[in-house]
């Protein structure tokens, strides 16, 4: 059966959608509506409809599928590569000054910074994860903030753009990010799109970003790209690559922390 006009727009107008997200991220539903010369109400209808590939999420025009990429699970990756995230924890936690205002990231390696600092040290922190709450919340000289809005459960995250308004108003000296993948020419990476714009903002209100990830992370590319890695004071990783592959990173602000 041939499309009616109406659908036939409607797939166009998806097909827009999804080359903008692909090559940029999340897009604010008011910024597609603006690019495609249509009304809000007309983007949702759109990423409404069954046999869209895009979702709607606060605020935002998000891909609901990714062919060919692997679903992160926080369960999953709790174990993998642990020794090494851990090192990497240790050496950023050093980094950190009593009374500094923190934001610190979400994922299996932020659990390990968290545990890291000083048990003691004074600070102010803000947060998106529940198991890095979990592990503030037992601070006793730790002002936690968590951001609300939407629960992820494959990485124990919450996302609104009411947290992303807190967060810029907020402001914090240091941000601990962390990555699914690191390329040198294409940056910084992650699985979940929701996560992007919390990223982006952290990095953004912070007077200095760190980038903490473990060496199965370096040459990587995942769906989700949120930064350069230009944007980092430093950028530590746990693990003792190839030397190659430290080859690759020698022009950036990169320390490896080995456990030898």
Known sequence: ????????????????????????????IKQAAQRLDVTEMTIRRDLSSADSPLSALGGYVL?????????????EASDQHAANKRLACERAA????????????????????????PPDMPLSVVCYSTNIAAVLSRRPNTQLMLMGGLYHPSSATFFSDEG???LDKLGVNKAFISAGGLDVARGASCSNFHEVPVKQAAIRSASESFLIVDESKLGTL????????????RIVVGGAPAA????????????????D
Not at 8 to 13: F, G, L, Q, S, T
Not at 64 to 73: C, F, M
Request: proline share 7%; with cysteine; glycine share 6%.
């Open 1 to 28: 059966m041939r499309k009616t006009a109406g659908a036939e727009a409607r797939a166009v107008r998806l097909a827009k959608m999804q080359e903008l997200v692909e090559a940029g991220g999340p897009l604010p």
């Open 222 to 233: 995942r769906p989700a790209f949120f930064s350069p890695l230009q944007a980092f004071a």
């Open 164 to 166: 992303l308004q807190y």
């Open 94 to 117: 050093q980094w950190v000054q009593p009374h500094d205002s923190l934001f610190i990231d979400c994922g299996t390696t932020m659990v390990h910074f968290a545990e890291a600092l």
């Open 63 to 75: 891909a609901t599928t990714l062919p060919g990429a692997e679903r992160y699970s926080l369960d």
């Open 244 to 259: 190659a592959v430290r080859k690759q990173f020698k022009e950036l602000p990169v320390e490896f922390a080995r456990g």
